[in-house]
């Protein structure tokens, strides 16, 4: 079935350690790449004919390693960029909480509502990964494509393909890619392989 793949970042230093990861040049440790690996060997019996990823390094080595594996084409698109949290950057939820108080609150009552310091609007980047996704999509619904997405931009991702209000961004973030059957815009069930058996993810010991 022809679908959109939203692939997560697999895990880096910076997400091991509970640290907010936005535009720092942060890759993937080596459970990391054998997780997009997995993914990519899950993906090669049907994969997509395109992955597309942002220039970040997680977001490139993501890409690569599914390029390589399932031998599909690899493209760049800013719009997919990860989230700018600015001063936020490389902050756990502790020290987010105890330096910013009262934008954190605000930040966990109402994602939208807020920009980090120094960063960019979290509705703003929302609208810049609707504007990617849409481009990429066109009208190519017959075919499977993926996009590779750091952890706010994937939240954000979900929430405009599952049309779904973007109350808590923590609810959002995924460990695993999740497959769409078009349309894209329209409510969809989220499906991850692991819980229905469809091939995106390789499922663990």
Excluded at 39 to 61: L, T
Excluded at 64 to 79: H, M, P, S, T, Y
Excluded at 156 to 178: C, G, M, W
Aim: net charge neutral.
């Amino acid at each position: 079935m022809a679908s959109l793949i939203l692939i997560p970042w697999p895990e880096t230093s910076w997400s091991l350690a509970g640290r907010m990861i936005g535009r720092s040049p942060v890759s993937l440790t080596d459970q990391g790449r054998a997780q997009a690996l997995a993914w990519a060997d899950a993906m090669v019996k049907d994969p997509p004919v395109a992955v597309y990823s942002s220039s970040e390094v997680a977001s490139v080595e993501t890409a690569g390693v599914l390029e390589k594996r399932a031998n599909i084409k690899r493209k760049e698109l800013k719009d997919l960029a990860e989230v700018n949290v600015g001063l936020w950057d490389g902050l756990t939820a502790v020290e987010l909480k105890h330096r910013y108080p009262k934008i954190y609150k605000r930040w966990c009552d109402d994602p939208f509502s807020v920009c980090p310091p120094e960063g960019e609007e979290f509705s703003a980047a929302s609208d810049r990964i609707r504007e990617g996704i849409a481009g990429i999509v066109g009208d190519r619904r017959d075919r499977t494509l993926a996009v590779v997405l750091g952890p706010f931009s994937f939240a954000l991702a979900r929430s405009i393909v599952e049309r779904s209000p973007l109350v808590d961004i923590h609810n959002f973030t995924n460990v695993e890619p999740l497959r769409y059957p078009w349309l894209l815009g329209q409510k969809a069930e989220a499906r991850s392989a692991v819980a229905t058996g469809e091939a995106v993810v390789a499922k663990g010991d």
